[in-house]
Structure formats: structure tokens, C-alpha cells
């Protein structure tokens, strides 16, 4: 236990299966959770967008025929260096790392991959899923803006995507529900709204909060985690019918 009484270490975030189980489901597309290591205020743990990732991906999991792999725990979090704890890599550092992934799921021949991502600082994911035509591995991003968009008003989301940036009401509710352990109080009264961010990327998050939080937690609730999980659970069906339709031709 840490000195607030919370578990440093969160269980069931990991995959279990062994070889020999991989071996006899013979899954055809690969899923890797891709989470960050940065501030998400006072209430919420540095490693909420690993764990909102490895939420999602294993909801995938238990419904659909996919090999789950462990989580990217750091990414591309530079906009929030200004807060203690956070922890990035760069941009071309991600990019070969989700490569080199993909590289070796081919070699043991698993040629689909979809990256499912929880940071909104990953731009370079877009790129990666570009430049992999005609590597050999098909790839896809997970959850695109459309299927954020349906999940959220399936569970009556209240805050805009855009007013909703940073452990807001969705990232929130995602841990109320999954991983309740996780959220300290102080979310009820955390609220922020800074929608202009026009220069986000040159001065960082610290220039549009005081407290690192864009959004409205206190709206937050466990059931609209559980509906928001399920709505991106429903979207990932057509992701995965198109790789697995692609890599039958």
C-alpha cells in the first residue's frame, strides 16, 4: 500500500493466457492497449490512460477472438512535463516500438494489429497505421472520434469530447466503474472548462489549468463507465470485420 491507502499495483490489467492457449484458439488479429504515464489531477493515478486502454482492450477480449497484448505504459505526454510524475518518450521512440510489435507478430504469424489508444497525445499512431500499407501487417486505430462519439451519447455523456480533454466525465466514470479503487475523492468538486486551446501544443496543459483537469468529473458516474465500455465493445465490431475480411482475400 502507498501512503494513501490505495494499491500501487492494479491487478487484472494483464493478459493470463499461455502459449499453449494462444496456440490452440489461433486468434487472427492482434490487440495492443496503448496507455500513457502523465498527471491526470488529484484524484485520479498517473497510469489512467494505461488503464483505460487495458479496460477497453479487455472487454474486447472476453467478446471477440483476439490476442491481447500487455500495455505500452508510456507514451507521448510532453504537454504535461510541467506536473510531477509524468513520464514521455518521443514521438519517432512510439512509433518504432509499435512497429517493432508488429514486426515480430508477423514473424510469428499474426498479420493484423489494431492499437487501441487511450492518450490523445499519441498523434504519431495515426501515422504508424499509415505507413503500415503494404508492410505485410494490416493495422487499424481503435476508438476513432465516431465511436467515442456513439459510446458516449449511448451512456448520456454530458461534456463535449472537447470540453471533456483530460480526466473529465468519460476517463472518470471509465474508473468508477472498472476500477473504482483508483479514484480518490476530490472528482465531485474538480470541475474545469478551458475550451479555447488553440495553442495547446506550444504552451502545454498548464497554461489552460491550475489543476490539470480540462472537463467535468463530478459527472461522472459507474454506470456510465459500464455503458461506455459496452457502446466501444459494440464499434470494434466492424474493425474487426474488416481485418479479418482483408486478410481472408
Known amino acids: 500500500?502507498?501512503?494513501?491507502?490505495?494499491?500501487?499495483?492494479?491487478?487484472?490489467?494483464?493478459?493470463r493466457e499461455t502459449t499453449r492457449d494462444v496456440r490452440d484458439a489461433r486468434p487472427r488479429v492482434a490487440v495492443l492497449p496503448v496507455g500513457s504515464f502523465e498527471q491526470h489531477g488529484a484524484y485520479l493515478p498517473l497510469v489512467t490512460?494505461?488503464?483505460?486502454?487495458?479496460?477497453?482492450?479487455?472487454?474486447?477480449?472476453?467478446?471477440?477472438?483476439?490476442?491481447?497484448?500487455?500495455?505500452?505504459?508510456?507514451?507521448?505526454?510532453?504537454?504535461h512535463a510541467d506536473w510531477p510524475g509524468t513520464v514521455s518518450i518521443s514521438a519517432a521512440t512510439l512509433h518504432a516500438v509499435v512497429r517493432d510489435i508488429a514486426g515480430?507478430?508477423?514473424?510469428?504469424?499474426?498479420?493484423?494489429?489494431?492499437?487501441?489508444n487511450a492518450h490523445g497525445g499519441n498523434y504519431v499512431l495515426r501515422n504508424v497505421v499509415q505507413e503500415s500499407a503494404g508492410s505485410g501487417t494490416r493495422m487499424a486505430l481503435f476508438p476513432g472520434s465516431a465511436d467515442w462519439d456513439a459510446a458516449r451519447s449511448r451512456a448520456g455523456v454530458e461534456t463535449s469530447s472537447h470540453s471533456d480533454m483530460h480526466a473529465g466525465e468519460v476517463e472518470t466514470s471509465i474508473l468508477l466503474h472498472a476500477h473504482p479503487e483508483l479514484v480518490r475523492p476530490g472528482?465531485?468538486?474538480?470541475?474545469?472548462?478551458?475550451?479555447?486551446?488553440?495553442?495547446?501544443?506550444?504552451?502545454?496543459?498548464?497554461?489552460?489549468?491550475?489543476?490539470?483537469?480540462?472537463?467535468?468529473?463530478?459527472?461522472?458516474?459507474?454506470?456510465?463507465?459500464?455503458?461506455?465500455?459496452?457502446?466501444?465493445?459494440?464499434?470494434?465490431?466492424?474493425?474487426?470485420s474488416l481485418l479479418t475480411r482483408q486478410e481472408s482475400r
Open 49 to 79: 490512460d494505461t488503464v483505460v486502454a487495458c479496460v477497453i482492450a479487455r472487454e474486447i477480449a472476453a467478446a471477440h477472438p483476439v490476442h491481447l497484448l500487455p500495455p505500452i505504459t508510456v507514451s507521448c505526454s510532453h504537454e
Open 1 to 15: 500500500m502507498n501512503g494513501s491507502g490505495t494499491p500501487p499495483v492494479t491487478p487484472g490489467l494483464l493478459p
Open 187 to 240: 472528482y465531485e468538486t474538480a470541475d474545469c472548462v478551458a475550451d479555447d486551446r488553440r495553442h495547446l501544443l506550444t504552451l502545454g496543459l498548464a497554461a489552460y489549468t491550475e489543476s490539470g483537469v480540462i472537463g467535468r468529473p463530478s459527472r461522472a458516474s459507474a454506470g456510465k463507465g459500464k455503458e461506455l465500455l459496452a457502446g466501444l465493445v459494440d464499434s470494434f465490431d466492424d474493425y474487426l
Open 104 to 116: 515480430s507478430l508477423r514473424r510469428s504469424g499474426m498479420k493484423s494489429l489494431i492499437l487501441v
